[in-house]
């Protein structure tokens, strides 16, 4: 009789064990970040030291607006982080306005979790 008492705490604690690791290991949260390659459009070459602005603005005061700027590297890269914006759980993210120095690029579909990618041509 004790043994089986002694066997059925220790099946107990090792499934609860069980449970609390699993479950703290089954969701975690990767960055969304997204990066505009800014080229030059009839030669192919990076633009470096080009301002690159992403843009949301909402037209109701209460929503989120997203207005981030950024300068291409040598390589005509700009990286954006909205890592510290995206809620968990949340269905996708965003839609975000290109403009390059000042002009408007087109769009770029942030998804969450994932590394975006845009080129754009001046």
């Known amino acids: ?5 002694l ?7 090792g499934l609860v064990l069980t449970l609390l ?3 703290n ?3 975690k949260t990767e ?7 800014v080229k030059d459009s009839t030669t192919s070459a990076a633009v470096p030291g080009a301002t690159v602005e ?7 005061p209460d929503s989120t607006s997203i207005h981030v700027t950024e300068t291409t590297n040598n390589s005509g ?3 954006f982080d909205f890592t510290d914006k995206y809620k968990s759980g949340q269905a996708g993210f965003a839609v975000l306005d290109i403009r390059v120095n000042g002009i408007y690029k087109g769009i770029i579909e ?3 979790m994932v590394p975006n990618e845009e080129t754009v041509l001046l």
């Open 110 to 112: 942030i998804n969450e």
């Open 1 to 5: 009789m004790k043994i089986r008492l």
């Open 25 to 27: 290991s089954c969701y």
């Open 7 to 13: 066997n059925n705490k220790i099946f107990s604690i």
């Open 21 to 23: 690791i699993g479950l």
């Open 77 to 79: 890269d700009a990286f």
């Open 54 to 60: 992403l843009l949301y603005i909402a037209g109701h």
């Open 31 to 37: 960055s969304t970040t997204a990066v505009i390659h």
